[in-house]
């Protein structure tokens, strides 16, 4: 399978961890320096417009999916080489996990969580056939790892988590699942 064009659900959110800043900006460069397409939210803030700046510096395509409301704010990256619009969250999340290859998902909030579970729930029946990661930078997803693993041994998840999602600990990790050229 293919995973040319890497779509990312990560925080918007500033003023967050030097780690978290990192990882996004690590992953953008990778993605430019590999000739990948990055597809994100679109958005300016937080750790959105340090991945985006990060991939364009490094010549990568860039693709933002963006609500109107972003649009309505200014809070449209200047980076991106190519705009979806959108008329909300819910069309812009689908729109995101259509025109990825692969899914990975940073840390991030309540945003990001949603997109994430749609993802997870199109795999965990079945109608996702796109490989969704979790780059649990400084083990930010370890207690949702945990909470998916309870669920399933009461039996509220029919299969592991392991099942239909990767998880990365580290860049290098995250790499190898991407394919590292």
Known sequence: MSMHRIGVFLSANDGLSESFRTAAEQLGRWIGRTGRTLVFGGSSKGLMEVLAASAKAEGGHVVGVVPRVLEERGWVSGH???CIATQGLADRKQALIDASDVLVCLPG???TLDEMFTALGDAAIGMQAKPVILYNVDGCWNSLLRFLSDL???????TTVEDFVRVAASFEELTAL????
Do not use: F, K, N, T
């Not at 399933?152 to 998840?157: A, E, G, I, Q, W």
């Not at 991407?178 to 050229?181: C, H, I, M, S, V």
């Open 80 to 82: 991106l080489d190519e």
């Open 152 to 158: 399933h041994s009461r039996r509220l998840l029919r």
């Open 109 to 111: 909030g309540v945003g």
């Open 178 to 181: 991407l394919g590292a050229e």
